[in-house]
């Protein structure tokens, strides 16, 4: 049986485009990302990590289902409980408002994230 022809590429560019690995990939993007630092006190400073890929989904979900809890989480990761301590007696628009700030740092607003969860089903 003989060799499948190759299909001709759209353009030069795309003939000279280097295949990067994943990991490779993924180390570019990560390149010069910072935690988003939320001072507290003059003692403490949180310090929230860039939303992993599966907790952007996660946000992303619950964004669309309304689970307040779940987008907490998603965003602060391993500060959700802190940040339950500090907003627990704050209104509801400050939590609103530091996720917005937090995505925002991440350069991901939250209105992007129900249009592109959506747009891919």
Known sequence: MPTPTRPQLATKAAADTEFLTWDQIA????EGITPYELPVSAEE???IKCPTGLALRDLARAQLTGDFESMVSAVFGDQTDRMW???GDKGFPALNALINRVMTHYGRSMDQLGESLASSR
């Open 85 to 87: 301590e500090l907003a």
């Open 45 to 47: 400073t949180l310090l």
């Open 27 to 30: 180390a570019e993007a990560e």
